[in-house]
């Protein structure tokens, strides 16, 4: 036709050619969520790492120390692992220290119950019916309240979305520090300072980066820039001060307007 | 024919265990790995014959294999040459299959197994189970997929061969240059090909990475034949 470069030309709009600046955005913001993900499947391995340090403990297994009474190098290390973990997390431990045939309960040495063969349900002590397979996860009862009052307190939110913050503390079912030794108790003070030096570290890079201007992981994409306008508010000044150099004729406006009537038709009609 | 079989526990298991071994032996030589006619169609009474204890139960120890890809699929498996990489090697190599026996599967059992499989130079292994994974030994199945890839089926999963199925339409998997081809045909970027699944079972059962497209083919009756094509995710 009269196209000259001998092409048909298309009816559908030219498409936006991308400039080389959002180019170079769309670059950022690839990387960025590449950042993002990567991050998370880094917590992602060390959780699961976590799960299969986890999952032979306790590693100290010597007569003194029992679920009840647990070695206090094992509590801390218990306390700072499970730390990121969400409850599922936390039921795969316990499978996978079922597979290892050890109590579901990390600081308890002693094997799973072995109910034997038979049905599925089971008929406990107390009268109730309960899953065999729940029965088996444990080795006492006792365990199983110990087990369960750590999950209660884990956190539902993803992993990646609390690595940060260093004030999730996890406690254990009646720990009771009256009856602990000299040793126990310096021990049990190490770990609560390793704890805490993990805190103030995380707290001393929140500020480094706060003061270098460098965001969080997190925030350094999402912000949006804000500038402040104030709105200039001037419109009815104006009519108040006409108003109040007008008082004297107060009466003769309507709504604020003032009818003009020649003063000869006034006068004619007088 | 049943009806003179032993009617006890022990035959029972003899049978499942035949079949299971079947199918796997199936799904590896339709993924195109070396196997002879007379190990895939193995019948009962030579299979207990080979695998079986005096006493009648199934020697577990013995039922592991190892097979090599034929050599249409290592042109199939291999990336076409280029200009920075003239010799391209195949990313597909030999395949090892075992039937593991432990009551219970966590991260341990998976960790000897992969260690097993990659310090013997196998590019792929498959764990068949009768009892199913822990969740940890499945995240951790992730972390040696770049060194070996391990698969872990079920028995009671390979008791029948799914492809078998007469819903089940013909899956063949295209090669690299097919899969070009068939893009630069239909000027289609890779995305805007339909998907299927990794977990999906037939693309289990072929074993199909991501990224790989394979084609369907389907009886139909207006046409005859209908072929559609999936991309892996």
């Known amino acids: 036709m009269a196209n000259q470069s001998g092409r048909p030309k298309g009816i559908l709009k030219d498409s936006i050619t991308p400039s080389g600046d959002s180019k ?29 340090l986890l999952s032979e403990y306790p590693l100290v297994r010597e007569a003194p120390y029992s679920s009840a009474n647990p070695a206090p190098s094992d509590v801390s290390d218990f306390k700072a692992n499970v730390r990121l973990f969400q409850p599922s997390d936390y039921d795969d431990l316990i499978e996978e220290r079922n597979v290892n045939d050890l109590c579901g309960y990390t600081l308890c040495a002693r094997p799973r119950r072995q109910t034997g063969g038979g049905g599925e349900w089971k008929l406990t002590s107390s009268g109730e019916i309960v899953k065999r397979k729940e029965l088996e996860k444990w080795c006492s009862q006792i365990c199983a309240r110990r087990a369960l009052f750590v999950k209660v307190q884990l956190n539902e939110t993803a ?5 940060g913050i260093p004030d999730i503390q996890i406690d254990l079912l009646d720990e009771d520090k009256s009856t602990e030794t000299e040793a126990d108790r310096t021990a049990r003070k190490l770990g609560e300072l390793k704890l805490d030096d993990q805190r103030q570290a995380a707290r001393d890079s929140a500020a480094l980066a706060m003061e270098r201007g460098v965001n ?13 306008k104030e709105k200039d508010v001037t419109a009815p000044s104006e009519m108040a001060s006409q108003v109040g150099n007008a008082n004297t004729e107060d009466h003769l406006l309507i709504d604020g307007h003032k009818a003009k009537i020649p003063e000869e038709e006034m006068k004619d009609s007088e | 024919m049943i009806d003179d079989l032993p009617n006890d526990a022990k035959s029972k298991e003899v049978v499942r265990l035949w079949r299971a071994w079947r199918t796997v032996h199936e799904m590896v030589a339709d993924r195109e790995y070396e196997l002879a006619e007379d190990e895939v169609n193995i019948s009962l009474d030579r299979f207990r014959d080979e ?19 034929s ?17 391209p090697v195949p990313d597909c190599g030999p395949i090892w299959v075992e039937f593991l026996t432990d009551k219970q599967f966590g991260v341990g059992q998976i960790r000897q197994f992969a260690k097993y499989t990659i310090s013997n130079n196998y590019k792929t292994g498959i764990m068949v189970t009768h009892v199913p994974l822990s969740p940890a030994a499945r995240k951790s199945l992730a972390s040696v997929e770049n060194l070996a890839k391990i698969e872990c089926f079920l028995e009671d999963d390979l ?17 690299r240059e097919e899969k070009i081809a068939l893009l630069k045909r239909y ?47």
């Not at chain 2, 076409?80 to 003239?86: D, G, V």
Request: aromatic share 4%.
């Open chain 1, 24 to 52: 170079q955005t769309a670059r950022e913001i690839a990387i960025h969520h590449a950042t993002l993900l990567q991050h998370r499947k880094d917590l992602e391995s060390q959780i699961l790492d976590s799960v299969i």
């Open chain 1, 159 to 163: 992993a990646w979305e609390r690595a």
């Open chain 1, 216 to 228: 969080g992981i997190t925030s350094s994409m999402d912000k949006v820039k804000i500038t402040l």
């Open chain 2, 51 to 69: 695998y079986c204890h005096p006493d009648g139960t199934v020697n577990r120890a013995k039922l592991q294999f190892s097979a090599r890809p």
């Open chain 2, 71 to 87: 050599d249409s699929m290592l042109r199939k498996n291999t990336p076409p040459a280029t200009p920075s990489n003239p010799d």
């Open chain 2, 159 to 175: 008791l029948v061969n799914i492809t078998h199925h007469e819903l089940v339409p013909r899956h063949v998997l295209l090669s």
């Open chain 2, 187 to 233: 000027r289609l970027k890779e995305t805007q090909l339909p998907r299927i699944l990794q977990k999906d079972p037939v693309a289990r059962y072929l074993g199909l990475k991501r990224g790989q497209v394979v084609k369907i083919i389907r009886i139909s009756e207006t046409a005859g034949r209908y072929a559609s094509y999936r991309l892996c995710v």
